[in-house]
């Protein structure tokens, strides 16, 4: 398998951080002879400490790790007050709005905007050091400032994406028993208002531990105010102090919770906690987009996402940098929008999922040519692993083939790229996440031996030691922290992080995703669990019986297939209005972003004598291909044929 190979820029290289593969394997010797040396060293030089820590790590209690032990610092300070002396007039944020509606932020101003917030949440709301705030937020500038506003004030803030229903925003908030939310009424899309306020109203019916919600009056549109619970953000903020002292937290306190998807049909609250996070943030930022005084740099994701979090706020700003955020989606009014807004802003780095550059690559693919897009520097991709196509015309079309793509590789629990080419070092190759970072031991491994796999074997993809923005825990649930990472596999008999996917290096020792190993799909660069889409489909009470299984989708990646068995054998009656029952009810309970793509009604699933449903076989029978495995030893092997042929007659 030998890939093309593109060098990094010579000019872009001179003025990188990190200048070609030397410097590259320097740091990465470095991190492997002295490996608390190098995290040591890291932690003083980047982050501003009220109190210096006096241990770099402690892994006595693996893999409950403690990084910087005892240092304190406050995480929005980091992002903010420490800039104010060389950067007090410079852009934090720019924001634009769905409309073209457009705010610059300085440093100065988000400074003023973000204190405001926390006097708010802490003087009218009694909000107080590790509470937990959910937030569920359009993309507009205040969703940065209510992120901030936790973190200068010491509360544990959870986002919630605005795509996922009040059922699933119900389940996070008592997961993590919030007494606080804060919202918008709603946001724009497509020129259309859209609404959030009334799902939160109906995530907080029937009782709730939530007991105020703070609404921002982003659209105007009317909305229901429970008095005493909901109070008006643009009315409330008008009267708070400009200065709020941070809170000063330690190393350890948790800065962030994450819902994520995991092989269960609960969602997991990934933990971030203060330093260790907000270090390699920053660290992974300048290393990986090598963003400059004077550059503008934009990141299409959500902040309802990890990398809304580490690289749309926290990274950008922790650095200095000027960050964008886009309130709209790249597809309108025309699949020329991000490139309008590159050349308006004169965009240096653009970071965006495969999902995105598909759809812009097949309802635009000459729209990158009618713009200026002369100031990129480096495209990033992230989420998925992105297909050749996609990536060439990425790289030719958008980057104008003198623009590094980083193919970054990363994960909610990682809170940081892992595996991710350097711009002004790493020769790239199509699709290929390349080498770990320095500082991270990632390694493919034998599951069953914990060895090194060989070139071109697939393995699973490892990180050895741990490393400062490792997950810290599941909220409420140490046992599942440790089994679903440290359970798998075992490095010279020591557990050691798994991240769920498969990999495989090349002849060069570079690193290839190949996808999940567990029952995780991705749809559109968004992570779901099939046992969360199934134990969704099994509230409809006509469902005796589900399996989900992902299927390819030439856009989104990973399509949705599910079989399904029904109660009553009578058969289905209208297929129609089945199907459209079973999608209400995952519209309900998880929301539009899980909706399937193809529904069978099966007459059965295929399960081994002892009732495991085999998937593997349901994943062959969605994509179409011959199945290889022995089902002899099915319950029913006569069940494989029938569903195969409903498949094929679809
Ligand atoms: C899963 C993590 C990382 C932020 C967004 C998603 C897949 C992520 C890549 C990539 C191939 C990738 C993995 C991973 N993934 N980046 N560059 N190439 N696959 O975060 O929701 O936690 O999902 O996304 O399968 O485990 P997430």
Redesign the pocket.
């Known amino acids: 398998m030998s890939k093309s190979v593109f060098k990094p820029n010579k000019e872009f290289a001179k003025t990188a951080r990190i200048k070609n593969m030397c410097e590259y394997q320097a740091l990465q010797e470095e991190a492997m002879e002295d490996y608390e040396g190098f995290w040591g060293r890291y932690a003083k030089e980047k982050l501003d400490w009220i109190e210096p820590f006096n241990e770099v790590m402690d892994e006595s209690n693996f893999p409950f790790v403690k990084w910087f032990k005892d240092g304190k610092l406050n995480v929005a300070e980091q992002c903010i007050d420490r800039h104010l002396k060389t950067r007090k007039n410079k852009a934090a944020i720019i924001f634009e709005g769905d409309r073209g509606d457009k705010q610059i932020i300085t440093y100065l101003e988000l400074y003023y905007n973000v204190n405001r917030f926390a006097n708010l949440l802490k003087k009218e709301f009694g909000v107080k050091k590790g509470d937990r705030v959910v937030i569920y937020m359009p993309m507009i500038p205040e969703a940065a400032y209510a992120m901030l506003a936790c973190a200068r004030i010491g509360a544990i803030h959870s986002i919630v994406f605005g795509g996922f229903s009040a059922e699933a925003l119900r389940d996070r908030i008592e997961d993590a028993d919030a007494k606080v939310v804060i919202t918008a009424d709603g946001a724009y899309r497509k020129d259309k208002p859209y609404m959030l306020k009334p799902v939160v109203d109906q995530a907080l019916e029937g009782g709730s531990p939530v007991n105020k919600v703070l609404v921002v009056e982003r659209n105007d549109e009317d909305i229901t105010w429970v008095a005493g619970r909901d109070y008006s953000y643009n009315e409330l903020i008008k009267s708070q102090e400009v200065h709020c002292e941070p809170e000063v937290m330690d190393s350890e306190d948790p800065l962030f919770l994450l819902y ?1 998807s995991g092989s269960t049909g609960k969602p997991k609250g990934v933990q971030h906690n203060s330093a260790g996070y907000i270090l390699w943030a920053q660290m992974t930022m300048e290393w990986v987009f090598d963003v400059k005084e004077n550059d503008t740099y934009w990141c299409t994701a959500d902040v309802g ?3 809304g979090h580490t690289y749309i706020v926290y990274g950008p700003l922790a650095m200095g940098a000027t960050t964008v955020i886009f309130e709209g989606v790249p597809t309108y009014p025309d699949a020329g929008r991000p490139w309008k807004m590159v050349e308006e802003y004169k965009i240096n780095q653009f970071y965006t999922a495969p999902t995105a550059i598909r759809v812009l690559h097949k309802m635009g693919e000459d729209e990158p040519a009618k713009y200026d897009l002369s100031s990129l520097k480096v495209l990033g ?5 992105i297909d050749p196509p996609a990536w060439k015309w990425y790289y030719e079309e958008v980057g104008s083939s003198k623009c590094a793509i980083v ?6 629990e990682t809170g940081g790229h892992i595996v991710s080419p350097l711009p002004g070092a790493t020769p790239i190759k199509p699709a290929c ?1 390349t080498l770990p970072l320095p500082g991270i031991m990632g390694e493919i491994l034998d599951p069953v031996t914990g060895e090194r796999v060989e070139t071109g074997e697939t393995g699973y993809m490892c990180v050895t030691r741990p490393w400062p923005s490792m997950i810290r825990g599941v909220w409420g649930d140490e046992e599942r922290f440790v089994k679903s990472y440290f359970g798998d596999v075992k490095k010279n008999g020591k557990p050691i992080y798994f ?3 498969g990999a495989v290096y090349d002849e060069d020792g570079y690193i290839t ?1 190949t ?2 190993t567990d029952d995780v799909i ?1 749809v559109s ?1 968004h ?1 779901m669990g099939t046992a969360e889409i199934e134990a969704a489909i099994k509230k409809h009470p006509n469902v005796a019986e589900v399996a989900v299984v992902g299927k390819p989708h030439e856009l989104k990646g990973e399509g949705i297939f599910a079989y399904v068995v029904l109660k009553s054998d009578d058969g289905v009656a209208d297929e129609v209005e089945e199907v459209k029952a079973i999608n209400n009810v995952i519209k309900k309970e998880i929301g539009n972003i899980a909706l399937c793509d193809d529904i069978v009604f099966a007459p059965g699933l295929p399960k081994t004598r002892s009732g495991k449903i085999m998937r593997r076989i349901l994943r062959s029978i969605a994509k179409g291909e011959a199945i290889t495995q022995d089902i002899s030893t099915l319950e029913d092997p006569s069940i494989v044929e029938k569903i195969e042929n409903m498949v094929k007659s679809k």
């Open positions: 994520t996402w990890i990398t991709t992230v989420g998925e692993p193919d970054t590789y990363w994960q909610t996440a991240t769920g996917d995703i996808g999940r991705n660069g992570r």
